[in-house]
């Protein structure tokens, strides 16, 4: 296997500028070369997998008034006069919807690990991927190419907790998911029910009900754990030593900490708002913390 190339992390405007250019009779000073569009094939590892239609006939407008004014990052493909699109799939097809006999390209001789890469790094970096298009594509460089999600933070310019919250929605039941990809639940709203008992009932609710996050927390637990709620009415006697040590593990993660203790044996439990205080949990347990 390769090694995974570093430089990823800058990001796709930085590895466009130092592509090499191949010769053709149609490329430009800019290095931009032309293509027919029957020469191009889509992407087939393509995590974008929906297109909306209105937006794809506001791009199709702006084509045919303007042109394409980013070019396409394509690949060469087995046939010597096909080329795969990288990215820039959305641009392709306006193109042709607009009657674009020809389009912009930069060809980058690249393999199928670094394609899925480039493509998933330019459709985050645009923010053109749905949460659920964006798990699926990390879970293709995990599954294909042994990535771990640290790797893949890295590579993308996101942090490990983003990554492992994003791979989460792939444990969504398939309905879930395509309420996910049509936009009628965001994540957050998705994983609050990766846990529960019936996750496809409960996303209807949110749905019907227009619930928020919160709301949708509250909703899963309620449904889970019908006892809960009268067990934490009645909580049980708490030591001083209990108490003191809660105090002290707080003070020290500078984080809500709750012990419950018991002869045989206990739950710590650490209460965080956001990713970066998760993130700075992991590196205080795993002892990278500074």
């Known amino acids: 296997m390769n090694e995974r190339p570093t430089r990823l992390g800058r990001g796709l405007a930085a590895l466009i500028g130092d592509m090499a250019t191949l010769e053709s009779a149609r490329v430009t000073d800019s290095g931009v070369k032309k293509l027919p569009v029957d020469f191009i094939i ?22 045919r008034e303007k042109g394409i004014m980013q070019p396409l ?26 009657g674009l006999h020809e ?13 899925l890469e480039l493509a998933i790094i330019e459709n985050v970096q645009r923010a053109d991927l749905n949460p659920l298009e964006e798990a699926m594509g990390y879970g293709q460089l995990i599954e294909q190419f042994d990535y771990t999600q640290q790797d893949l933070a ?25 309420m996910v990809s049509s936009g009628a639940l965001t994540a957050g709203h998705a994983r609050t ?44 006697s708490r030591d001083s030593d209990t108490v003191a040590l809660e105090r002290r593990l707080s003070d020290a993660l500078g984080l809500s900490v709750i012990l419950a203790h018991s002869e045989r044996g206990g739950k710590l439990e650490i209460r965080y708002k956001t990713l970066e205080q998760l993130d700075s949990i992991c590196l205080k347990l795993t002892g990278q913390a500074n």
Do not use: M, Y
Request: net charge neutral.
């Open 42 to 63: 889509g992407n087939r590892s393509n995590p974008r997998r929906t297109f909306n239609a209105d937006q794809l006939e506001e791009l199709t407008n702006s084509i």
């Open 73 to 98: 990052l394509v690949r060469p493909s087995e046939d010597p006069h096909i080329f795969e699109i990288i990215a820039g799939e959305r641009r392709w097809r306006a193109a042709q919807r607009a």
């Open 103 to 115: 389009v912009p390209v930069i060809v980058r001789e690249v393999d199928d690990k670094e394609a």
């Open 154 to 178: 890295q590579v993308i310019g996101k942090s490990r907790s983003h990554v492992a919250n994003t791979l989460r929605l792939l444990k969504l039941p398939e309905d879930v998911r395509d």
């Open 193 to 236: 029910l990766i846990t529960a008992e019936d996750p496809a009932g409960l996303a209807r609710q949110i749905v019907a009900g227009g619930l928020s996050v919160r709301d949708a927390e509250a909703l899963s637990q309620q449904r889970d754990n019908p006892t809960k709620k009268k067990a934490a009415e009645a909580p049980a």
